[in-house]
């Protein structure tokens, strides 16, 4: 029910008066933001920092973050979920990746290599950011499972 400027009650929908205004049909509201942001991910073996002996194997990892959504958006904080062969589950969250909480119009992107390390010669690893647009609408990015191992020695 639409209330009218004389305080009267109607049952008609709510409709632009343009003929009072002397203009034409208000202009269309542009559609709701899509944030997403899409990622790369390159694995590659520390050797340097692996010690089989010791029940240490070490990966590096690249990612690039692309914004694919049609709003600019910031990664604020990450979470990781990193299972060894064994099932060991490690959890890491913190904010931003490696000191950073880029933000990132449409179409721009971030690349930033990190590590991990496990105890097995074989694991996975998964996660997601936590994003924010620049109109402050909160979205997640996951990131899909991806495989911790040597590829030499998958053969």
């Known amino acids: 029910m ?15 008066d343009t003929a009072a205004r002397g203009a034409g049909p208000l202009p269309r509201m542009r559609s709701m933001a899509k944030p997403e942001f899409s990622c790369k991910v ?3 073996p520390l050797a340097e920092q692996t010690d089989a002996t010791k029940g240490e194997h070490a990966y590096a990892y690249t990612i690039t973050i692309t914004n694919s959504g049609d709003t600019a958006a910031q990664l604020v904080a990450r979470q990781w979920s990193i299972t060894d062969h064994n099932g060991h589950v490690q959890e890491v969250r913190g904010l931003g990746v490696v000191g950073h909480q ?5 179409g721009e992107s971030f690349e ?4 991990a390390q496990i105890a097995t010669p074989m694991g996975t690893m998964k996660g997601r950011y936590f994003c924010i647009t620049h109109d402050a609408h909160w979205f ?3 990131v899909p499972e991806f495989l911790l191992a040597d590829a030499a020695s998958l053969h």
Do not use: I, T
């Not at 930033?112 to 590590?115: A, C, E, Q, T």
């Open 112 to 115: 930033y290599s990190s590590w």
């Open 42 to 44: 390159v694995v590659r």
């Open 102 to 106: 880029p933000l990132l119009g449409p």
């Open 2 to 16: 639409r209330r009218l400027s004389q305080g009267v009650r109607s049952n008609e929908p709510c409709a632009p």
């Open 140 to 142: 997640e990015a996951e």
